[in-house]
């Protein structure tokens, strides 16, 4: 959000003819901010106020997300400054702030697109003619370190413990398309990107690979993901290549999974069974253990078809996807038109000994390529997308293989170091996510001791060289330890 809008509910100012900001009030940097314009937007309670900020005020923006609609309590906080927190002072009466945490259930209110915010009771009830939660109204609700919602105005009929908010989450479907774009151009944000916070504990990997449940904190990658998907589209199968230790299998499962998992760039990927793997000892038998679990077949069956003829795996697989269909593990077969194989550590292949060994590699490769290149189905096209992930070491022994040299030249991708802007992503976005903010100069001191100690940064790596120089990043008052196994207490720092 931009430090030129504050926000506030309609009905708070919706009758008056000169509004003000009191920031910091009370306190010896208070000052006073000009309101020069007004979008009121009733029908969700929420205000947009355009102010003429301070030129020596430090205003660090917000950020927006949503609370995940599944069955759990989350913990929010505002601040404002209620009728019941109305001191007496010789120089007149005033109210003194009120920090207010409680817990908001997901699941109440989803047709009226509301929080329902449970709090302590007040500890007074001056009035019990007024809401003693009076001048709470407007207050942002934040969870996460995320704003989700704005306090609306409380009844005492609501009860003494419960408040209500507008739900930041919901305020896309509440509203005009017009009004809409009025607010997200003031915002400077899409509301449709709103996502929830991280609370997944610690956000840094250390030596795990990050995975899909992880896709949130995994940063310095966006591009290269988004590259690696452009050609997973355009070829169908990709080898992708790097150092051991490089983030490949980061870079594959909490990366390109997600983008699929979005139908990028892939119309439709997003409903496309998927199988993760590697080879292991027997990869035929594994590669048919899997798909005899998508399609409710006999998997010893299936590894002898694929052992008997491997170029026809794009027909067995198309049959297993027509399977998976009638057993209604997909939407639809157009839906379901092809399957996307991940192998990781592919180089396992080149494990299995003797003659026997050197057999399955063969048919493994064989099918492999034939499932990602031979057209099958009514639209004749491949029935799977293979992408193969291989230490860069062992790019010699793949290209003793003629398949894979063909799949090496049209679709080779080398994950490789990560430049100084990704490594800042990599640093400040994981700990963003969790609603803290990492200082400049502490990312620039991490990232200049690592350099001089002559560190070779790379995903996953850098999770456990931020951790050991016990990484802090601080919001407000508190301070975070950041580092490779949890927060606080749960990294052991």
Not at 231 to 251: D, E, H, Q
């Amino acid at each position: 959000m931009t430090t030129t809008i504050v926000l506030t509910a309609a009905h708070v100012v919706q009758d008056a003819s000169t509004v003000r900001v009191r920031f910091e009030a009370d306190q010896p940097g208070e000052w006073l901010a000009e309101v020069i314009d007004m979008l009121a937007v009733p029908e969700i309670d929420v205000a947009l106020l355009t102010i003429v900020p301070l030129d020596t005020a430090e205003v660090v923006p917000a950020r927006f997300g949503l609370i995940a609609e599944r069955d759990e309590l989350i913990d929010c906080s505002a601040v404002g400054f209620p009728r019941w927190k109305l001191r007496d002072d010789p120089a007149g009466p005033y109210r003194d702030s009120a920090h207010i945490v409680g817990s908001a259930s997901a699941l109440a209110n989803r047709r009226e697109g509301t929080l329902e915010i449970t709090v302590p009771p007040p500890e007074r009830d001056p009035d019990p003619a007024v809401s003693p939660w009076q001048g709470m109204s407007g207050a942002a609700v934040f969870s996460n370190g995320r704003i989700v919602g704005i306090l609306s105005r409380h009844y005492r009929s609501d009860g003494l413990g419960r408040l209500t908010a507008s739900r930041a989450g919901r305020w896309r479907t509440q509203v005009s398309p017009a009004r809409l774009h009025d607010m997200e151009s003031l915002l400077g944000i899409s509301l449709e990107s709103l996502r929830p916070g991280w609370t997944g504990g610690c956000p840094y990997r250390g030596l795990l690979p990050y995975d899909p449940a992880h896709a949130a904190v995994f940063y310095g990658r966006e591009l290269m993901t988004a590259e690696l998907a452009e050609m997973l589209a355009r070829t169908g199968i990709v080898v992708v290549t790097g150092p051991s230790g490089a983030g490949k299998t980061s870079v594959l499962q909490a990366g390109l999974v997600p983008v699929l998992d979005r139908g990028e760039p892939l119309p439709g990927s997003s409903s496309w069974p998927r199988i993760a793997m590697t080879p292991t000892a027997h990869p035929l038998a594994e590669l048919a253990a899997q798909l005899g679990a998508l399609g409710g077949k006999d998997s010893a069956a299936i590894r002898d078809s694929l052992a008997a003829a491997p170029a026809d795996a794009h027909l067995v697989i198309r049959e297993i996807l027509l399977a998976a269909a009638r057993r209604g593990e997909v939407t639809g077969v157009d839906d379901l038109e092809r399957l996307v194989l991940i192998i990781d550590q592919f180089e396992q292949v080149f494990d299995l000994a003797g003659e026997g060994g050197e057999r399955e590699r063969a048919a493994f490769i064989e099918a492999v390529c034939a499932a990602a290149t031979q057209p099958a189905g009514p639209r004749s096209e491949p029935s799977a997308l293979a992408v193969i992930a291989v230490r860069g070491d062992y790019w010699d022994r793949c290209a003793a293989y003629p398949l894979l040299v063909s799949a090496m030249q049209r679709g080779q991708f080398i994950v490789g170091p990560m430049d100084e802007a990704d490594l800042r992503r990599a640093i400040t976005g994981p700990a963003d996510e969790s609603g803290l903010r990492v200082e400049t100069s502490l990312t620039d001191a991490v990232l200049s001791e690592l350099r001089r100690e002559g560190v070779n940064i790379q995903v996953p790596g850098l999770g456990v060289a931020a951790s050991n120089r016990g990484l802090r990043s601080s919001v407000g008052r508190d301070v975070a330890v950041v580092g490779g196994r949890g927060f606080r207490d749960d990294c052991g720092l």
